[in-house]
Protein backbone atom coordinates (compact mmCIF):
# COMPACT_ATOMS: atom_id res chain seq x y z
CA UNK A 1 0.00 0.00 0.00
CA UNK A 2 1.46 3.77 -1.13
CA UNK A 3 0.61 6.45 1.24
CA UNK A 4 0.14 10.08 -0.26
CA UNK A 5 -0.26 13.46 1.31
CA UNK A 6 -2.57 15.92 -0.02
CA UNK A 7 -2.13 19.81 1.40
CA UNK A 8 -5.39 21.16 1.40
CA UNK A 9 -4.72 24.45 3.27
CA UNK A 10 -1.61 26.89 3.34
CA UNK A 11 -2.79 28.98 6.44
CA UNK A 12 0.34 28.78 8.11
CA UNK A 13 2.70 30.80 10.39
CA UNK A 14 4.20 33.58 9.04
CA UNK A 15 1.60 34.88 6.25
CA UNK A 16 1.85 34.30 2.70
CA UNK A 17 5.86 35.53 2.83
CA UNK A 18 6.49 32.48 4.60
CA UNK A 19 4.27 29.77 2.32
CA UNK A 20 6.71 29.16 -0.14
CA UNK A 21 9.44 28.41 2.02
CA UNK A 22 7.12 26.18 4.43
CA UNK A 23 5.55 23.74 1.44
CA UNK A 24 9.06 23.61 0.26
CA UNK A 25 9.95 21.79 3.68
CA UNK A 26 6.97 20.17 3.48
CA UNK A 27 7.12 18.76 0.04
CA UNK A 28 10.79 17.60 0.69
CA UNK A 29 10.20 16.02 4.62
CA UNK A 30 6.80 14.39 2.96
CA UNK A 31 9.26 12.61 0.28
CA UNK A 32 11.87 12.03 2.85
CA UNK A 33 8.84 10.12 5.38
CA UNK A 34 8.67 7.86 2.33
CA UNK A 35 5.34 9.69 0.93
CA UNK A 36 4.65 8.40 -2.82
CA UNK A 37 2.34 11.21 -3.86
CA UNK A 38 1.58 14.73 -3.10
CA UNK A 39 -1.67 16.51 -3.97
CA UNK A 40 -2.99 19.88 -3.75
CA UNK A 41 -6.56 21.04 -4.62
CA UNK A 42 -7.32 22.80 -7.31
CA UNK A 43 -9.64 25.70 -6.15
CA UNK A 44 -8.50 29.41 -6.02
CA UNK A 45 -10.56 29.84 -2.88
CA UNK A 46 -10.43 28.04 -0.12
CA UNK A 47 -13.34 25.08 0.50
CA UNK A 48 -15.92 25.10 3.02
CA UNK A 49 -15.10 22.78 5.53
CA UNK A 50 -11.30 23.30 5.45
CA UNK A 51 -11.94 27.32 6.30
CA UNK A 52 -13.87 30.52 5.10
CA UNK A 53 -13.40 31.45 1.52
CA UNK A 54 -10.48 34.24 2.35
CA UNK A 55 -7.93 32.19 3.81
CA UNK A 56 -4.68 31.47 1.27
CA UNK A 57 -5.15 29.10 -1.93
CA UNK A 58 -2.35 28.97 -3.78
CA UNK A 59 -3.08 27.94 -7.90
CA UNK A 60 -2.34 24.28 -8.78
CA UNK A 61 0.01 23.68 -11.12
CA UNK A 62 1.85 26.25 -9.98
CA UNK A 63 2.26 24.97 -6.43
CA UNK A 64 2.77 21.44 -7.85
CA UNK A 65 5.58 22.94 -10.60
CA UNK A 66 6.99 24.47 -7.04
CA UNK A 67 6.83 21.02 -5.33
CA UNK A 68 8.55 19.26 -8.15
CA UNK A 69 11.73 21.18 -8.03
CA UNK A 70 11.83 20.47 -4.16
CA UNK A 71 11.57 16.65 -4.68
CA UNK A 72 12.73 14.00 -7.01
CA UNK A 73 10.79 10.94 -6.43
CA UNK A 74 7.28 11.47 -5.42
CA UNK A 75 4.43 11.96 -7.90
CA UNK A 76 2.33 15.37 -7.98
CA UNK A 77 -1.19 15.64 -9.05
CA UNK A 78 -4.23 17.75 -8.43
CA UNK A 79 -7.07 16.54 -6.27
CA UNK A 80 -8.91 17.45 -8.42
CA UNK A 81 -8.61 19.57 -11.11
CA UNK A 82 -12.70 21.19 -11.70
CA UNK A 83 -13.25 20.48 -15.37
CA UNK A 84 -14.76 24.22 -15.87
CA UNK A 85 -11.18 25.86 -14.54
CA UNK A 86 -9.57 25.27 -17.87
CA UNK A 87 -9.72 24.42 -21.32
CA UNK A 88 -9.21 20.80 -22.36
CA UNK A 89 -6.20 21.14 -24.46
CA UNK A 90 -4.93 23.50 -21.79
CA UNK A 91 -4.81 21.48 -19.42
CA UNK A 92 -3.33 18.68 -21.17
CA UNK A 93 -0.37 21.51 -21.73
CA UNK A 94 -0.12 22.12 -17.99
CA UNK A 95 -0.33 18.37 -16.75
CA UNK A 96 2.05 17.59 -19.68
CA UNK A 97 4.33 20.81 -18.91
CA UNK A 98 4.64 19.30 -15.22
CA UNK A 99 5.23 15.39 -16.39
CA UNK A 100 8.51 16.95 -18.42
CA UNK A 101 9.76 18.77 -15.79
CA UNK A 102 9.26 16.66 -13.07
CA UNK A 103 10.73 13.83 -14.74
CA UNK A 104 7.71 11.70 -15.33
CA UNK A 105 5.62 12.48 -12.21
CA UNK A 106 2.56 14.32 -13.14
CA UNK A 107 -0.88 13.32 -12.62
CA UNK A 108 -3.84 14.23 -13.98
CA UNK A 109 -6.76 14.55 -11.70
CA UNK A 110 -10.19 15.45 -12.81
CA UNK A 111 -13.56 15.72 -11.71
CA UNK A 112 -17.15 17.23 -12.72
CA UNK A 113 -16.33 20.43 -10.24
CA UNK A 114 -18.69 21.00 -7.84
CA UNK A 115 -17.94 24.91 -6.34
CA UNK A 116 -20.27 27.03 -7.99
CA UNK A 117 -19.80 30.53 -5.34
CA UNK A 118 -15.65 30.27 -6.51
CA UNK A 119 -16.46 29.85 -10.15
CA UNK A 120 -19.11 32.54 -10.07
CA UNK A 121 -17.11 34.80 -7.74
CA UNK A 122 -13.92 34.67 -10.51
CA UNK A 123 -16.30 34.75 -13.84
CA UNK A 124 -15.93 31.07 -14.70
CA UNK A 125 -18.44 29.63 -16.34
CA UNK A 126 -20.84 27.41 -14.31
CA UNK A 127 -22.82 25.37 -16.80
CA UNK A 128 -25.57 22.64 -15.20
CA UNK A 129 -24.47 19.59 -13.95
CA UNK A 130 -25.39 17.94 -16.92
CA UNK A 131 -23.08 19.49 -19.29
CA UNK A 132 -20.61 19.96 -16.62
CA UNK A 133 -20.21 15.85 -17.53
CA UNK A 134 -20.42 16.14 -20.74
CA UNK A 135 -17.46 18.32 -20.48
CA UNK A 136 -15.44 16.40 -18.27
CA UNK A 137 -15.86 13.36 -20.58
CA UNK A 138 -15.04 15.33 -23.48
CA UNK A 139 -11.97 16.46 -21.90
CA UNK A 140 -10.81 13.16 -21.26
CA UNK A 141 -11.23 12.07 -24.75
CA UNK A 142 -9.30 15.07 -25.34
CA UNK A 143 -6.17 14.19 -22.98
CA UNK A 144 -6.08 11.04 -24.20
CA UNK A 145 -5.80 11.94 -28.12
CA UNK A 146 -3.20 14.68 -27.45
CA UNK A 147 -1.14 12.22 -25.17
CA UNK A 148 -1.48 9.52 -27.92
CA UNK A 149 0.09 12.60 -30.43
CA UNK A 150 -3.02 12.63 -32.65
CA UNK A 151 -3.47 15.82 -34.24
CA UNK A 152 -6.57 15.09 -36.06
CA UNK A 153 -9.55 17.68 -35.43
CA UNK A 154 -11.71 16.83 -32.58
CA UNK A 155 -15.40 18.18 -32.91
CA UNK A 156 -17.12 17.41 -29.94
CA UNK A 157 -20.72 19.41 -28.65
CA UNK A 158 -18.64 21.69 -26.11
CA UNK A 159 -15.33 21.21 -27.63
CA UNK A 160 -13.37 21.96 -30.99
CA UNK A 161 -9.99 21.80 -31.71
CA UNK A 162 -8.45 22.19 -35.41
CA UNK A 163 -4.92 20.77 -34.12
CA UNK A 164 -5.25 19.20 -31.02
CA UNK A 165 -0.90 19.77 -30.84
CA UNK A 166 0.81 18.52 -27.45
CA UNK A 167 4.67 19.30 -27.82
CA UNK A 168 7.20 18.46 -26.27
CA UNK A 169 5.14 14.96 -25.20
CA UNK A 170 5.23 13.79 -21.06
CA UNK A 171 8.20 11.80 -19.96
CA UNK A 172 5.81 9.34 -18.41
CA UNK A 173 4.80 6.10 -20.79
CA UNK A 174 2.75 5.85 -22.40
CA UNK A 175 1.17 9.06 -20.69
CA UNK A 176 0.28 10.49 -17.11
CA UNK A 177 -2.23 8.48 -15.23
CA UNK A 178 -5.87 9.85 -15.19
CA UNK A 179 -7.24 9.94 -11.63
CA UNK A 180 -11.04 10.91 -11.39
CA UNK A 181 -12.12 12.21 -8.12
CA UNK A 182 -15.97 11.42 -7.02
CA UNK A 183 -18.15 8.50 -6.01
CA UNK A 184 -21.00 9.23 -8.15
CA UNK A 185 -22.07 5.30 -9.13
CA UNK A 186 -23.87 6.67 -12.31
CA UNK A 187 -21.58 8.88 -13.90
CA UNK A 188 -18.37 9.20 -12.37
CA UNK A 189 -17.60 5.86 -11.60
CA UNK A 190 -18.88 4.61 -15.39
CA UNK A 191 -16.17 7.45 -16.36
CA UNK A 192 -13.37 5.64 -14.37
CA UNK A 193 -14.46 2.53 -15.47
CA UNK A 194 -14.13 3.55 -19.57
CA UNK A 195 -11.15 6.36 -19.16
CA UNK A 196 -9.53 6.72 -15.94
CA UNK A 197 -6.31 4.76 -14.31
CA UNK A 198 -7.19 5.48 -10.67
CA UNK A 199 -10.56 6.64 -8.54
CA UNK A 200 -10.75 8.36 -5.76
CA UNK A 201 -13.00 8.15 -2.90
CA UNK A 202 -14.13 9.66 0.50
CA UNK A 203 -12.21 7.58 3.55
CA UNK A 204 -14.91 9.40 5.74
CA UNK A 205 -17.94 8.02 3.85
CA UNK A 206 -17.43 4.86 5.86
CA UNK A 207 -16.90 1.06 5.27
CA UNK A 208 -20.40 0.42 3.47
CA UNK A 209 -20.65 2.71 1.46
CA UNK A 210 -16.82 2.50 0.35
CA UNK A 211 -17.97 -0.81 -0.86
CA UNK A 212 -20.86 0.14 -2.24
CA UNK A 213 -19.00 2.49 -4.49
CA UNK A 214 -16.46 0.09 -5.51
CA UNK A 215 -18.98 -2.59 -6.58
CA UNK A 216 -20.78 0.21 -8.82
CA UNK A 217 -17.00 0.45 -9.98
CA UNK A 218 -16.92 -3.37 -10.85
CA UNK A 219 -20.43 -3.47 -12.48
CA UNK A 220 -19.45 -0.83 -14.88
CA UNK A 221 -15.99 -2.31 -15.67
CA UNK A 222 -17.61 -5.46 -16.40
CA UNK A 223 -20.37 -4.44 -18.62
CA UNK A 224 -17.57 -1.95 -20.39
CA UNK A 225 -14.96 -5.40 -20.84
CA UNK A 226 -12.35 -3.49 -18.61
CA UNK A 227 -10.72 -5.96 -15.93
CA UNK A 228 -11.79 -3.93 -12.64
CA UNK A 229 -8.22 -4.94 -11.32
CA UNK A 230 -6.15 -2.42 -13.82
CA UNK A 231 -7.99 0.77 -12.09
CA UNK A 232 -5.86 2.15 -8.66
CA UNK A 233 -8.49 2.65 -6.15
CA UNK A 234 -7.43 5.45 -3.66
CA UNK A 235 -9.19 7.25 -0.60
CA UNK A 236 -8.44 10.57 0.60
CA UNK A 237 -8.43 10.52 4.58
CA UNK A 238 -8.75 13.37 6.20
CA UNK A 239 -7.11 14.16 9.48
CA UNK A 240 -6.35 10.44 10.51
CA UNK A 241 -5.01 10.74 13.73
CA UNK A 242 -8.05 12.89 14.98
CA UNK A 243 -6.58 15.94 16.31
CA UNK A 244 -4.58 13.50 18.37
CA UNK A 245 -7.31 11.30 19.69
CA UNK A 246 -6.24 8.43 17.40
CA UNK A 247 -2.26 6.58 17.28
CA UNK A 248 -0.04 5.64 14.66
CA UNK A 249 -1.56 1.80 15.20
CA UNK A 250 -5.07 3.03 14.59
CA UNK A 251 -3.61 4.63 11.53
CA UNK A 252 -1.92 1.42 10.67
CA UNK A 253 -5.44 -0.57 11.36
CA UNK A 254 -7.72 1.67 9.37
CA UNK A 255 -5.10 1.29 6.50
CA UNK A 256 -5.40 -2.60 6.47
CA UNK A 257 -9.22 -2.44 6.39
CA UNK A 258 -9.05 -0.18 3.77
CA UNK A 259 -6.49 -2.80 1.55
CA UNK A 260 -8.86 -5.53 2.67
CA UNK A 261 -11.43 -4.04 0.60
CA UNK A 262 -9.61 -2.79 -2.32
CA UNK A 263 -7.63 0.42 -1.83
CA UNK A 264 -4.10 0.47 -2.31
CA UNK A 265 -3.23 4.20 -2.25
CA UNK A 266 -4.31 6.16 0.50
CA UNK A 267 -3.95 9.73 0.68
CA UNK A 268 -3.79 11.44 4.13
CA UNK A 269 -3.47 15.49 4.76
CA UNK A 270 -3.01 16.64 8.41
CA UNK A 271 -4.14 20.05 10.05
CA UNK A 272 -0.72 20.71 11.57
CA UNK A 273 1.15 20.00 8.47
CA UNK A 274 3.33 23.17 8.86
CA UNK A 275 5.00 21.39 11.81
CA UNK A 276 5.91 18.48 9.75
CA UNK A 277 5.28 15.94 13.17
CA UNK A 278 2.85 14.37 11.28
CA UNK A 279 4.97 13.78 8.33
CA UNK A 280 7.64 12.50 10.29
CA UNK A 281 5.68 10.13 12.88
CA UNK A 282 4.04 8.73 9.64
CA UNK A 283 6.97 7.90 8.00
CA UNK A 284 8.23 6.19 10.74
CA UNK A 285 5.35 4.39 12.69
CA UNK A 286 2.73 3.84 9.29
CA UNK A 287 4.39 3.69 6.37
CA UNK A 288 6.57 0.69 7.25
CA UNK A 289 4.03 -0.87 8.50
CA UNK A 290 1.48 -0.68 5.26
CA UNK A 291 4.18 -1.09 2.68
CA UNK A 292 3.94 -4.54 1.94
CA UNK A 293 -0.13 -4.84 2.48
Not at 238 to 264: H, I, W
Request: aromatic share 8%.
Amino acid sequence: MKIGLQIPSFTWPGGAAEIGPTLARVAATAEQAGFASLWVMDHFWQIRGVGPAEEPMLESYSALSYMAAHTSRATLGAMVTGVVYRHPGVLVKTVSTLDVLSGGRAWLGIGAAWNEEESRGLGIPFPPVKERFERLEETLRIALQMWAGDETPFEGSHYRLERPLNSPQPVKRPRPPILIGGGGERKTLRLVAQYADACNLFGRIGPELLRQKLDALKRHCDELGRPYEQIEKTALVGNPYDSGKKSAKDVVAECRALRQMGFTHVIMSFKDVHTLQPLELTGREVIPEVAGL
